[in-house]
Structure formats: structure tokens, C-alpha cells
């Protein structure tokens, strides 16, 4: 599967920002699907994943409550709403898919792959 990350952009903190990533190829509907996010000078990090079916999902502390995942299989696309948002939630923002479906447990993060371009979320204060 090929992945594109969009949505982008730069945001006051405080504003909101929805995140998508579109799918192509086949197994879509099959994998566990996340984002995660890469700020300058650190380590890529987990931010949010989604079982195949969308009954599972997965969320860093540093984001729950405040950002929601949710996926369309029918348009092999996946979103990221993101409320609320922190200066410290700059960065670029990848989505990635796991063959491992998701229910029940989160996949190991080094499961994930098919890495798609990312999308610069800036946060300004």
C-alpha cells in the first residue's frame, strides 16, 4: 500500500487542523493504520493508530483527549482531527500502515511501514 499524508498547515495554538492520508493499492481495509510525528532535532514518535475495522484505536498520552483518529475503508482514507493544538504539537506528521490488524493490542511500532510523505503541522504560540 502507498500512503499519502495531507492537511497540513500553520495554526494558532488552540486551533484545529484535520489530518488525511490516502491509501493506494491493496490491504487498506486490512492493516492497522497510524501517525506519528517527527519534530526537528528529535526522534520520530507515536502519536495515534486505528484497528483495520476503526473498533481500536490508539492514542499517546501527549494527545489523547485532544486529537481523534478515525478511518473511511470505502475511500482508503484515514484522518486525524487535531483540537486544541500546542505549539509542542509541531512537526511533520507521517502516516504508516501495519499489516497486524490492531484489535485488541496496539502492534509493535516497529511494525509499521509503508511510510507516506508527511504533512508540516506548525504550531504557532
Known amino acids: 500500500v502507498q500512503l499519502q499524508a495531507s492537511g497540513g498547515g500553520l495554526v494558532q495554538a488552540g486551533g484545529s487542523l484535520r489530518l488525511s492520508c490516502a491509501a493506494s493499492?491493496?490491504?487498506?481495509?486490512?492493516?492497522?493504520m497510524g501517525w506519528f510525528r517527527q519534530a526537528p532535532g528529535k526522534e520520530r514518535e507515536f502519536v495515534a493508530a486505528i484497528s483495520w475495522g476503526g473498533g481500536y484505536t490508539y492514542y499517546a498520552d501527549s494527545v489523547k483527549g485532544r486529537f481523534t483518529i478515525s478511518r473511511d475503508n470505502a475511500k482508503n482514507t484515514m484522518y486525524l482531527q487535531m483540537k486544541s493544538l500546542k505549539p509542542e504539537d509541531t512537526a511533520v506528521y507521517y502516516c504508516a500502515a501495519s499489516s497486524l490488524g490492531g484489535s485488541y493490542n496496539l502492534p509493535p511500532l516497529s511494525r509499521f511501514g509503508s511510510w507516506g510523505q508527511g504533512t508540516q503541522v506548525t504550531v504557532s504560540s
Open positions: 493499492g491493496r490491504g487498506f481495509s486490512s492493516y492497522c
